[in-house]
């Protein structure tokens, strides 16, 4: 009886695909961000699995997790999640006797199931958070310049747009970076990333103007600020971001104008890139090509040569660039308003003693109307972040997120 049993775990386990899975997951939500599907794709595949140690449990994350990291021409927005989520399982797994009975495997299971499903779903409350941070940068009459497709981008400029006829109206005008790359994708009739945006700011009676990557030194004149998105923030404060995010950093600088990053907190990536070409995925960009090298691609493209053993790179239209923090003004996440130099302290002060506010788990639901304090708003905002900051440094931090006005002026100086 018990041998039947056992086969049919199996046979639930075996078809379970995690990088189908997460695919679906992204296709299916558009709202979802990578690092959040594939948090949810590994709670999935833990509901779907038939482990019953902790040893088998970590053995089925690591494997899954290096063949999803593997399968995905940009892994670095999913690894944020996919690490996040491992840091929690072994952190969870390392006090089992804290979540039930001695050597309980089971309750072990379900506290982190249900503790995952309640992560994910205050990750994706996280951009509300974002947009309430960074409403007071955007000030009446004020003209902001943005690139990408970002979500969080969006609900921050919709945000301010929806309050346009309340008490504090606001009005300003948005420079929309179109890319020019769509005709590298695989479907070249698509619109450019971020009209969809585009219109939902139009139908809020909000001008904007769509212009070209190679209009943003003449049209950074007209703007006072930029706000972007990010698919990593990295450990030295900087981002990976869409390509030509980079560029608009440096003319932002060159020009004096503030340039803010706007990024939820699991997006912050283990990873300590030293220029443009030290990030690990593939990707090629510049490509210096002879007439031979072309006709010997033509021959490889043709339909007879179809075994699909070339490796996973990603399409121009996807490509990302790295920009470094000298030239990022502030980032603007669910956890409050940061300078890059935050980034730099956050896993050098590991929490000690018997506070409880350092746990990983998510913990009970806030009580009252909200955090009470910056340090509160790190431990109930997500498992990284609320334990990345020291007390000292969220309080040298959190004048950040209540004077925007006071930062914005010292960055134009």
Not at 107 to 136: Q, Y
Not at 385 to 399: E, N, P
Request: hydrophobic share 35%; aromatic share 6%.
């Amino acid at each position: 009886m018990a041998s039947t049993t056992s086969d049919a775990a199996m046979a639930d386990t075996k078809p379970f695909d995690i990088v189908a899975t997460y695919n679906e997951l992204l296709r299916s939500d558009a709202d979802l961000t990578m690092p959040i599907a594939a948090i949810e794709a590994l709670v999935l595949l833990l509901t779907h699995s038939a482990s019953s140690t902790i040893s088998e449990t970590l053995d089925l994350l690591e494997k899954s997790t290096a063949h999803l990291k593997r399968s995905i021409p940009n892994p670095i927005g999913l690894s944020a999640g996919t690490d996040l989520f491992q840091r929690y399982l072994i952190t969870t797994l390392q006090r089992p006797g804290q979540l039930g009975p001695a050597g309980d495997f089971k309750a072990i299971r379900t506290h982190l199931l249900s503790n995952g499903r309640l992560f994910i779903r205050r990750a994706k409350e996280s951009r509300d958070k974002i947009a309430a941070f960074g409403r007071g940068f955007i000030r009446d009459g004020s003209t902001i310049l943005t690139n990408g497709g970002s979500r969080a981008v969006a609900a921050l400029l919709q945000k301010a747009a929806d309050e346009e006829g309340g008490p504090s109206a606001v009005r300003f005008r948005v420079i929309y970076v179109l890319s020019s790359t769509s005709q590298e994708s695989k479907h070249p009739n698509e619109e450019p990333e971020g009209m969809e945006t585009v219109r939902a700011l139009r139908a809020k009676g909000v001008p904007v103007s769509t212009i070209p990557e190679s209009a943003v030194a003449y049209s950074l004149g007209k703007a006072d600020m930029v706000i972007v998105g990010a698919e990593g923030v990295v450990e030295n404060g900087g981002i990976v971001s869409r390509m030509g995010t980079y560029q608009i950093g440096l003319l932002a600088k060159a020009i004096g104008k503030p340039f803010y990053v706007v990024a939820e907190s699991h997006k912050f990536v283990r990873l300590y890139p030293l220029g443009q070409y030290d990030l690990p995925i593939e990707q090629q960009v510049v490509e210096f090509k002879s007439e031979e090298d072309l006709a010997e691609e033509r021959k490889q493209q043709s339909p007879v040569d179809t075994n699909g053993d070339t490796p996973i790179k990603l399409p121009l239209c996807d490509s990302v660039d790295f920009t470094p923090p000298h030239l990022i003004s502030a980032l603007i996440t669910d956890s409050g308003v940061l300078t890059p130099s935050a980034t730099k302290i956050m896993d050098t002060q590991p929490p000690t003693g018997s506070q409880s506010h350092h746990k990983l788990h998510l913990g009970p639901e806030t009580q009252g109307s909200g955090p009470r304090s910056t340090s509160d708003a790190h431990y109930h905002s997500g498992w990284s972040i609320r334990r990345l900051l020291s007390r000292r440094a969220s309080r040298k931090y959190s004048v950040l997120e209540r004077e925007p006005n006071r930062l914005r002026k010292r960055m134009s100086d």
